[in-house]
């Protein structure tokens, strides 16, 4: 499982185009699953014209599965989609949350990661894992002045 950071919370870039191409040549095409928001989806695929067209490419460059993470569109609503087998397979709709959130990603590629590894299959580990997500994010917490963090702990309070 790969969870491509980009860039800063900030929006600031972390990374020079030469790691762009090394993701693109060595790490993806060894990626059970790619969970790219739609600025990394956009900086890996440049060729794309259209969001899914950048799932399908990123899907050509050897990933297996590509979770489209939908929470930088501007949509009332955020729609996730896993793609896999070059096509759209589900889309997954959430509630737009207030807020800034930090570890989000990390959060849902490492809930997918543990999932798989009990041997769910794709479509139920991100559901499940995307389901598990929005209720860290339900239940975050402010430390400090900076942005929300996830609490994954919250299911035993």
């Known amino acids: 499982i790969f969870d491509p950071v980009m860039s800063a919370g900030g929006g600031s870039a972390l990374m020079k185009s030469s790691l762009t191409d090394a993701i693109k040549t060595l790490i993806l095409p060894l990626c059970k699953l790619v969970t790219p928001n739609i600025p990394e989806a956009n900086q890996l695929a440049r060729e794309a014209d259209t969001l899914d067209a950048a799932a399908i490419e990123l899907l050509d460059m050897g990933a297996e599965y590509v979770l489209l993470t939908g929470s930088h569109d501007r949509t009332a609503d955020i729609h996730h989609k896993l793609f896999g087998n070059n096509r759209l397979l589900k889309t997954f709709n959430y509630q737009r949350l207030e807020g800034e959130y930090h570890?989000?990603?990390?959060?849902?590629?490492?809930?997918?990661?543990?999932?798989?590894?009990?041997?769910?299959?794709?479509?139920?580990?991100?559901?499940?894992?995307?389901?598990?997500?929005?209720?860290?994010?339900?239940?975050?917490?402010?430390l400090g002045m900076g942005q929300l963090i996830p609490d994954r702990f919250f299911w035993i309070k």
């Open 103 to 142: 570890g989000s990603g990390c959060t849902l590629a490492a809930s997918i990661a543990a999932l798989l590894a009990q041997g769910e299959d794709m479509t139920n580990a991100v559901h499940s894992a995307l389901d598990y997500t929005y209720k860290t994010l339900l239940n975050a917490q402010r």
